[in-house]
T-cell receptor
Framework: NAGVTQTPKFQVLKTGQSMTLQCAQD?????MYWYRQDPGMGLRLIYY???????DKGEVPNGYNVSRLNKREFSLRLESAAPSQTSVYFC??????????????FGPGTRLTVT | DAKTTQPNSMESNEEEPVHLPCNHS???????IHWYRQLPSQGPEYVIH???SNVNNRMASLAIAEDRKSSTLILHRATLRDAAVYYC???????????FGAGTQVVVTP
């Protein structure tokens, strides 16, 4: 039981390049989330997926797209990377259902630098 | 969205209890109180959550004020591994989205 896995662990991009961050969970969770964390700050929600086939914007969605490929996988795409997107990206999953509150399980993060 | 207020940092001696306060004076009736912690260079880790009653688990206890405007996370015996940033978060919608603040940096000294 690996929990939440993320690839890659580290990435350096040049401005304007694109890339996709991968996330997978093996806990059969309904909901998945993408957060970013800038140095010295708390996490901010980029996008989330309440269930397979649905996605919604979070607090800071500009410059990103997401795909909920299936129940296990939720990817985050940067179409044209900018230095302001230098951050650590965390994926999380949860059993979450409407009206109930469950804990989120986080992956180890992807450290992205855009030069 | 309901917000939380936490001290920037707290220091504790190893094997002593740690009481981490959190104010959430604008909490609504359906908001859950969650605590997460983040060790250096790791993703956040769930600690505990509750709605109205005090909660205990293997990691910590959560004491919720009767008016729910504040809560306290209690680590019963701090270890060096408990040195982390602790976040107090209210879940304000049905889909569990977490809104992280700056958290409290806990320093544990031997």
């Amino acid at each position: 039981n690996a929990g939440v896995t993320q690839t890659p662990k580290f990435q350096v991009l040049k401005t304007g390049q694109s890339m996709t961050l991968q996330c997978a969970q093996d806990m059969n969770h309904n909901s998945m989330y993408w957060y970013r964390q800038d140095p010295g700050m708390g996490l901010r929600l980029i996008y989330y997926s309440a269930s397979e086939g649905t996605t919604d914007k979070g607090e800071v969605p500009n410059g990103y797209n997401v795909s909920r490929l299936n129940k296990r996988e939720f990817s985050l795409r940067l179409e044209s990377a900018a230095p302001s997107q230098t951050s650590v990206y965390f994926c999380a999953s949860s059993e979450q259902e409407a009206g109930h509150s469950y804990e989120q399980y986080f992956g180890p993060g992807t450290r992205l630098t855009v030069t | 969205d309901a917000k939380t207020t936490q001290p920037n940092s707290m220091e504790s001696n190893e094997e002593e209890p740690v009481h981490l306060p959190c104010n959430h004076s604008t909490i609504s009736g359906t908001d859950y109180i969650h605590w997460y912690r983040q060790l250096p260079s790791q993703g956040p880790e769930y600690v505990i959550h509750g709605l109205t009653s005090n909660v205990n688990n293997r990691m910590a206890s959560l004491a919720i004020a009767e008016d729910r405007k504040s809560s306290t996370l209690i680590l019963h015996r701090a270890t060096l591994r408990d040195a982390a940033v602790y976040y107090c978060i209210l879940t304000t919608d049905s889909w569990g989205k977490l809104q992280f603040g700056a958290g409290t940096q806990v320093v544990v000294t031997p």
